[in-house]
């Protein structure tokens, strides 16, 4: 019940190559609440995967386990096909290359935008000194190549709105080299134009070579950036599509459960 | 509070008068200008050399525990027990010396450590067990003040060599030594907060703790060295205050009522309650204020019954423009 489960639906509908990023046979409970049970997943160097599923089918848990918030009950995360363990949110930075941009965006709002994007790594002189034109020159040219708008990189982040706040939190992964970004509901607070920008974040973070996984409960959205979906029910996977190959409809259905899930991935 | 920060990103190098008027913390001087002028109106003795001496040395010990306090109520925590400090650190090393023979240079070095082990035992009630800082600070400040009489025995410890009272008489540019020591304090903690990626983890780890874990800061370890820093200075200004007094003595009623001037004057000065927000300037005028206003009502013959309550006033009109101040920066 652990690693060998065979995830043959991959062949099917998966880009070919090693994955970057691989956890097989993930199970969490909480409680008496089985949040996970068995699941595998994969990631591929520069894709844009969904996942998606009704509040509670497991797909905010299982993102908290790759982040290294919640430890996993069982199963196994390779990274690059060498297997680690993540004890914490900087485990899962450090070893796996994953960062997490959370709902609420845990930002500084206090500091302004280059500030939070260095918050930690900050460029110092002496080693404690923050060396400030350093870290605004720096800040700047993250947010360039982001293509990111803001009025200016010494704004209080506070003053920001949603949508540029996702935006430095974005650019603060991506200044700390991660290859991986898992984004629980970016779009979910934002505005039309604003979800726009964000889309296009995530598409330019893909052409840089970066793997983004984006958490939604908005179809519209997935289907503009993802390139493939995988659709969670009850704490199981149960289904993959490339978007290519599939419809708003069928993946309704395996969201609902009108459709029934890929019989391997909704075995046990 | 917005408007004040866009201009302030707009101008590139703006005046010193203007970045400082632009600190919220800076408001300050505002009330503090209006009561010395009450004040000066009822008695310009307020502005004798004589009174602004005595001014500067009473407000530098709750000034000097104030700059440990500014950073330890950044990153969203509190010490209640700073008072209760300074007088068990002022006990023990009396008693070290008169009744242990041991030298007073090393007795201060064993007080300061037992504060710092004080602050330790702070930190690790509120950081790892999880116990409110109100709580935690309030619960260790009454055992210490207490300890403090104890040991002895709820009397001054006393006569203490020569040697004892030597810092605490020396007037380096006329004002006292602590007063010294506040201010070098006051410019180090400044620098550490606005020029130190340290800075940039205490104001992360009082703004949002989840911020702060994600990029890596250990934000136990953060508060439990602020709360080891503000012990630590409480003891600095107990064994300076043991110095200062007429006949040096380890008397355990040293930094008796201390807590409302620390507490009072940091939030005056512009720190948040709920942390992320504070400055060393800020809680340097804040500290001053206090002392305006129980000097100058002394000197403008107020009923000395009134200085508790009308500080306590002060303290609950800071509270309450920092309460709607965090409301509207959470909208």
New interface residues.
Partial sequence: MTATVNNSPNLVSSPPGTPILEARGISKAFGHVQALKNVDFELYPAEVVALIGDNGAGKSTLVKILSGVYRKDSGQILVEGQPVEFHGPVDAQRLGGISTVYQDLALVNVRDVASNIYLNIEPTRFGIFINFKKLYADAQEILHRLKIDLPSVKVNVGELSGGQRQAVAISRALARGRRIFLLDEPTAALGVEQQDKVNQLILDLKAHGSTVVVISHNLEHVFKVADRLIVFRRGRRVGTRLKSETTKEEIVGLITGAIKGDAVEAAT | M?QI??A??RFRMPSFMHRLLARHESAILIPLILLVTFFYLRNPAILAPITITSILRTMAFPGLIGMGMVILMITGEIDLSTASVMSLTAVFAASLIRDAGVPVWQASIYALGLSLLIGFINAVLTVRVGVHAVLTTLGVGLAVRGFSYLFANGLPIYPLPEEVGYLGTLRPLGVSVVFVLMIIMMVIVHVILN???????I??TG??K????????NTNRVKTLAFMLTSFLAGCSGLLYMSQLPLPSGDPIIGKNLELDIIAGVILGGVSFFG??GSAIGTLFGVMLMQVIRTGMVVAQFDPYWQIPVLGLFMLAAASVDVIRHRR?ER
Avoid: H, K, Y
Avoid at chain 2, 195 to 201: N, V
């Fill in positions: 917005s920060t866009r302030r990103a020029r130190t990626t340290w800075g940039a983890a104001f992360a703004t949002n989840l911020a702060a874990q994600i990029v890596g800061i992320g927000r920066s």
